[in-house]
Nanobody
Framework: QVQLVESGGGLVQAGGSLRLSCAAS????????MSWYRQAPGKQRELVAR???????FYADSVKGRFTISRDNAKNTVYLQMNSLKPEDTAVYYC??????????WGQGTQVTVSS
């Protein structure tokens, strides 16, 4: 079993910054590096950022140049630095990983609210 716990969400004004954290525990030896998704009210959950291989990364077009995904392997933690936040970034942010057995794991989510 794997547990993913997000933190760092909150209320921020447009143009502000937040850093989200996702800490993994449990059988972490079997999982891929965590990725970040978000789900806004009334919308489908969407991929925000992920590691492709090694240090290569993918970002959704809507966050490219503003968000940065990083990780600290020693702490089993992945971060999402979010700068120049916009009201349309308001969503619940989730981290996700998948094990080598094909089992997916989601965190409980952390709310990010950006006021205009």
């Amino acid at each position: 079993q794997v547990q993913l716990v997000e933190s760092g969400g909150g209320l921020v004004q447009a143009g502000g910054s937040l850093r989200l954290s996702c800490a993994a525990s449990g059988s972490i030896f079997s999982i891929t590096p965590m990725s970040w998704y978000r789900q806004a009210p009334g919308k489908q959950r969407e991929l925000v950022a992920r590691f492709i291989s090694g240090s290569s990364t993918f970002y959704a077009d809507s966050v490219k140049g503003r968000f940065t995904i990083s990780r600290d392997n020693a702490k089993n933690t992945v971060y999402l630095q979010m700068n120049s936040l916009k009201p349309e970034d308001t969503a619940v942010y989730y981290c996700y990983s998948i094990s080598s057995y094909g089992v997916g794991y989601w965190g409980q989510g952390t709310q990010v609210t950006v006021s205009s």
